[in-house]
């Protein structure tokens, strides 16, 4: 007979997305509602090897949804790296009498989750990452609102590099991917996009742009570049040499990382901790949260940790017409 889940923990891993909080919020209802506990575990996956543990309830998770960061704490686990730390983290599992955990993080924290349900404990993961790389799912949490704030950011620096005649290098966040990058670049209509997905040719995809973009009359210039590209003060130093240009280099850093959440993030959290906590009360494990053409799923974790994603293509070639660079690959 199926074993009635009475008590769930949820755990926040890896680098903080916005609408962390928000998933933890709809975890904690979600499980109220179906008479299900739930308890937090801080700090990732130390918080499991550790048992930092507090107790959530609805009302803990008041007025949290329009708040960045996450009320877990977050962490990259060393430790549970290793066979004894998993098998800790295990052991507190069954000291609290957790019946499942649901982790919320990238690939890394799934890989942890997939470590620990070899010691028999029940995993769902959601996906948040800025990055929106993780490949199973069209949409990472925290992913809307990081755009957001980068696109407002590169707005205001477009004020000034306007008013100076200047050329703007800025990076953006990403980790090894250019989802964030490209998304960016078409909103602020830059004059070029780096992504690290794309081989470009400094010559044809900046220099060249730049002097078309001068011959129309340009006087300003917004590189965008993902930082798996490389350094940006390289860029910039190289554009100032090359086209006797005043140039600026931006790193928008962990910025992007913060702030409230938008919406969209808000509203992906509440449906993804919804989806978690009905997938472990139905009895399955190994699972992860997917949205797919707006819908969502859940889909083996193996399956998920497998799956490869690549740049949006459509999304490239709108780029491509929109700035004029051609590539090859
Ligand atoms: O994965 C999210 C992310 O912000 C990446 O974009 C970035 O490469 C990395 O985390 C930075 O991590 P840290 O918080 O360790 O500086």
């Given at each position: ?150 696109v407002e950011a590169i707005d205001r620096l477009r004020d000034t590099m306007q008013s100076h005649d200047r050329c703007s290098v800025v990076e953006v966040m990403g980790h090894r991917a250019g989802h964030l990058a490209l998304y960016v670049g078409l909103a602020t209509s830059a004059t070029a996009v780096l992504v690290p997905e794309k081989e470009f040719d400094f ?127």
């Open positions: 007979m199926e074993k009635k889940v009475r008590r769930i923990g949820i755990l926040t891993s890896g680098g903080d997305a916005p609408g962390m909080n928000a998933v933890i919020r709809s975890v904690v209802r979600t499980a109220a509602s179906r008479g299900v506990e739930c308890v937090g575990i801080r700090r990732g996956y130390n918080g499991l090897i550790t048992g930092d543990i507090i107790r959530l309830d609805a009302d803990s998770v008041s007025r949290i949804i329009n708040k960045g960061g996450t009320m877990l704490y977050t962490a990259r686990s060393e430790e549970f790296m290793t066979e004894m730390g998993q098998k800790k983290a295990a052991a507190t599992c069954k000291q609290f009498g957790l019946d499942g955990i649901i982790a919320v993080g990238g690939d890394g924290t799934f890989r942890g989750l997939y470590a620990l349900s070899k010691h028999g404990i029940s995993v769902v993961g959601i996906p948040a990452t800025i990055d929106n790389d993780i490949s199973c799912t069209d949409y990472c949490l925290g992913y809307d609102t990081a755009a957001n704030t980068a010559e044809n995809d900046i220099v060249e742009n730049i002097i078309k973009a001068r011959l129309n009359g340009k006087t300003h210039f917004m590189i965008i570049m993902a930082e798996g590209v490389g350094k940006a003060t390289k860029v910039g130093e190289r554009i100032a040499e090359e086209l006797a240009l005043d140039t600026r280099v931006t790193i928008l850093g962990h910025i992007q990382r913060g702030g409230s959440p938008s919406a969209r993030d808000r509203v992906t959290a509440a449906s993804m901790g919804y989806e978690a906590v009905k997938v472990l009360c139905e009895g399955k494990t190994n699972r992860v949260i997917r949205s797919v053409s707006g819908k969502f799923e859940d889909i083996d974790i193996i399956d998920a940790l497998n799956m490869k994603k690549g740049l949006d293509e459509e999304q490239y070639e709108v780029l491509e017409a929109m700035t004029g660079i051609h590539h090859q690959n």
